[in-house]
């Protein structure tokens, strides 16, 4: 019976603030006639409105009037000709060549000379006959029914008027088994005040468990940290929903993993619109056939304890670099300021020195940022350099400044405060061989970060998680010391450093730290659960079975602890309560090696033997190289008299096989 593996922490989460009033894919003009004829709605207008507008500019939508026919354009034309000709309307902030990003939603000056025309020419409808279909917005969902539905429990209350409200929204996952998402669309409930929204994967259920009182209320705050579980699996893709969003659907090898007892957490920027409202967000998941093949990360780049903007100052400059150690694709960015970001810049330089280009924003503003998803990936080779340059303006000029007269503005939280975040999500391309290459990238990220602050707790547990999985419990257990520095009362940093001190041999150090993880949170499981493997260590096998039932108190879908459990069971000669966990396990994860040897052990000493037969052919077919799984079988061809297939195992095995007595 073996600790748990190595596990990271979600670091804080990118905070989505997406535009209001987005569309979609650039027009061209449709039908162009010279320019003695008249522009008309209906044969130039419609199309370019439906195309790049009408997905928020619809009863029900996100924008803040329609534009689906003839009478409503007609109506807010000057409005659209304005927005449009000043470009700031449709949102777009990067600058640089077309299509870079996919959903590029700039309009082609070609469509906003049209739309100019067709105002100052009076508007007219046109020939009915020229009319196109507008398009249809289901109110359902978009894929058709999902496989999973979450719901809010609870709505929120929005006030008619007031600040903007940042509230998270914890979202508890039954499903039975890990299940791959290979689609997502978030319904927000109320388009019109929910500004955006983020969604994160607690693998622990760590913010519930920090909330148990009030988290059905939603929890207050922007930006947020969650466990990212038991396992090295960062969670890398960029899960949202924005005012034109359609369902979100990933590229077939990539979906992302839900396990049981895994929460959701829909992080949503809610903005008063003049009316009380409510929102009762809810979530439709649609399941992947099998699990991802590729795995992207998302890096960071940021110089937060830089900002400390003083007031008057137009042009304050932060940056950040970062060395990657693997060639990668970059995939998508999103780069993320407050109110006094102005310039925001990204690129990479090359081992040869050339520079690529990955975002410019010469204008920055919060309220139309975005993800940008390139339309090609773009390739940097080991040894690129990451790069982002920040400018901010903190002077009263700024129109953006909440606050006048301007004051010093540092690094925080809040939408008064101020951020400098680039995050870049990369898909390692591989090298041969077996081994996870987003570790080595993950490990440079955290490295510096640590050269950057030593005292980084979320730093230090990471590549201490690192050290953990590559066998170097030393070190290790150094990086974890220097993370409870830091955080001195974490349950979690104290069962890591547990685990450490346990791998190094210090067992008695390890069981003081879980029990004071235990008497800071007695409900924590995984300090619960190290301290069953302890106990197991010593031969205590009625403690570690306490233990172990107590975890799945708080965690009944832990398939390791019903694993182990079993063992204990199993060990102690309780076979039909053993037979239950092992069961339960396989309920979870069908091919769960441990549980389908183990069971068959015990099939077989029932004397089911054709039951035991199934699980054992199941196993070899997982690890088709496992002695015991040979050794076993060839015991039941003997059994069965089946001789050829017995010496067949027992050559497996490099043993001689026993001659049957059957008749």
Known sequence: METRREAVWLLLAPTLAIAMFPVALCATAFGQQP?????????????????????????????????????????????????????????????????????????????????RRWVAEGMKEGDERDAVAPPTYASDWQLGPPDLVLEMDTPLAVPADGTDLYRNVILPVQIPATRWIRAMEIKPGSPRVVHHANLLIDR???????HPDDWKAGIPGMDLMVDAGDSFDPDSHFLYWKPDSSALVEPP???????????????????????PETVRARIGLYFAPGPAKRFPILLQLEEDAALKIPPGDANFVVEDQLKLPEDVDVLAVYPHAHYLGKRLEGWAELPNHERRELILIENWDIDRQSIYRFTNPIFLPANSVLH?????DNSAANP??????????????????????????????ANG??????????????????????????????????????????????????????????????????????????LQSSLTLLHQALSVDPKYADARYDLAVNELQQGDYAAAERDLRAVLDEQPEDATAHLNLGGVLLATGKNDAAQ??????????????????????????????DQALEHLRTAELLHPEDADVHRALAEIYTRRGDDPDAIREQKQIGAPAKKSSAN
């Open 35 to 115: 320019s003695t004829s008249a522009v008309t709605y209906n044969r130039q207008i419609a199309p370019i409105l439906y195309k790049n507008c009408t997905s928020c500019h619809h009863d029900g939508g996100s924008g803040p009037f329609p534009l689906m026919n003839y009478s409503e354009a007609r109506r807010w034309g000057p409005t659209v000709e304005v927005v449009t000709g000043s470009r700031y309307m449709p949102p777009w902030l990067p600058s640089g060549p077309h299509n870079q990003f996919a959903d590029d939603r700039r309009l082609a000056a070609e469509d906003i000379a049209l739309i």
């Open 204 to 210: 622990t259920a760590s913010l519930r468990r920090a």
């Open 253 to 275: 090898d990539l979906p992302w993993r839900l396990d049981p007892g895994n929460d959701l957490v829909l992080n949503l920027h809610l903005k008063p619109n003049g009316k």
């Open 388 to 392: 982002m340059r920040y400018t901010y």
């Open 400 to 429: 953006h400044n909440p606050n006048s007269p301007p004051i010093r503005v540092t690094a925080g939280n809040r939408s008064a405060d101020e951020m400098g975040h680039l995050w870049i999500q990369v898909l390692p391309r």
């Open 433 to 506: 061989g077996d081994a996870d290459l987003r570790a080595p990238i993950l490990r440079a990220w955290m490295e510096h970060r640590i050269q950057k602050d030593p005292s980084d707790p979320i730093a230090n547990f990471n590549v201490a998680s690192l050290d953990m999985t590559a066998g170097n419990y030393g070190k290790a257990t150094e990086h974890y010391r220097e993370s409870l520095k830091a955080r001195p009362n974490d349950p979690r940093t104290m069962t890591a450093l547990a685990t450490a001190l346990s791998k190094s041999g210090d």
């Open 580 to 609: 239950v966990e092992f069961e339960t396990v396989l309920k979870m994860d069908a091919n769960n090696f441990e549980a389908l040897y183990n069971l068959s052990m015990i099939e077989l000493d029932a004397g089911h033997v």
